[in-house]
């Protein structure tokens, strides 16, 4: 039972990672690889302001998307006046970036050996303590950035950027502003990333750089893959597939040093799988 609970906790986190990171990609046709810069940058914030500082978690998460989100304007703007294709470089910057601090400014972070002793949140007096009650709040967490990807997505701004995504050339001769939308998308995606860095380093209450690393955005990038690029719906059912069929592994006493690699293995084969059968993904039938 609950380990159950916590495969469900950990499938709700990637369902915000996933919905937002297929605003910038899906949506958008924008290529980013550096959204577990931005999950770590949400986890490591809250952290050490919880741990340093006494913040609460609200507080410290509400720091560490508003964080994520001027570096992923930062990151952004130079990169896109420029031109899309800079973006994949300046992203793999600010990855190779993020885990080098994190790993090597031990005064706030202690660099390889983490940040252990995270305190679990508390919200105005009531203790997550428990995992139900961190189900129950991964849950609303899940619930408000969903909702808030939804309403983008069929607002005018997400026309805008299907509009991009189809022909930029065209939205720009509209008169719309094509950075701005862009930036604007990588901050947004940024920003509820670094909600989902938060809910994870108050759940496990320690992190690492280990768990930010290039190949955390590579299976990130996966989860939109095998949804559907711009199915939001897709990205939620990937999200729980991805994470709860490795999980069958544990239940058919493999040892560790071939659930590893079998879980490298099916990731790959579902890649190979929807690039060949399946190009927009395996939830996405229109």
């Not at 410290?60 to 998307?65: E, H, N, S």
């Amino acid at each position: 039972m609950e380990y159950g609970l916590h495969v469900l906790i950990i499938i709700g986190i990637y369902m915000i990672l996933a919905s937002s990171f297929n605003l910038v990609v899906g949506c958008t046709g924008l290529f980013s690889i550096a959204h577990a810069a931005f999950y770590g940058i949400g986890a490591y914030t809250a952290a050490i302001l919880s741990l340093r500082y006494g913040w609460s978690f609200l507080g410290g998460t509400a720091a560490g998307v508003i964080l994520a989100a001027l570096i992923g304007a930062l990151i952004a703007l130079p990169s896109l006046r420029v031109g899309g294709d800079y973006l994949v470089i300046s992203s793999f910057a600010l990855m190779m970036l993020t885990y080098s601090i994190f790993l090597n400014w031990t005064s706030p972070t202690r660099g390889p050996m983490g940040l252990p002793g995270i305190p679990q949140p508390s919200i105005l007096g009531w203790k997550v303590d428990s995992l139900p009650e961190y189900v129950l709040l991964v849950s609303i967490f899940v619930a408000v950035c969903l909702i808030l990807v939804w309403h983008v997505t069929r607002s005018p701004f997400g026309r805008v950027l299907r509009a991009i995504r189809e022909n930029e050339v065209a939205a720009s001769a509209l008169g719309k502003n094509v950075v701005y939308f862009k930036v604007a998308v990588v901050m947004f995606a940024g920003a509820i990333a670094a909600v989902a860095g938060s809910l994870y380093a108050h759940y496990i209450t320690f992190i690492n750089p280990d768990s930010f690393t290039l190949l955390e955005s590579i299976f990130i990038f996966c989860i939109v893959i095998v949804g559907g690029l711009g199915n939001f719906g897709g990205s939620i059912a990937a999200a729980a597939l991805l994470i709860a069929l490795p999980e069958g592994l544990r239940f058919l006493n493999v040892p560790d040093s071939v659930a590893g690699p079998s879980r490298h293995l099916l990731y790959g084969a579902l890649l190979v799988f929807c690039m060949r059968f399946r190009p927009q993904g395996l939830f996405k039938w229109s």
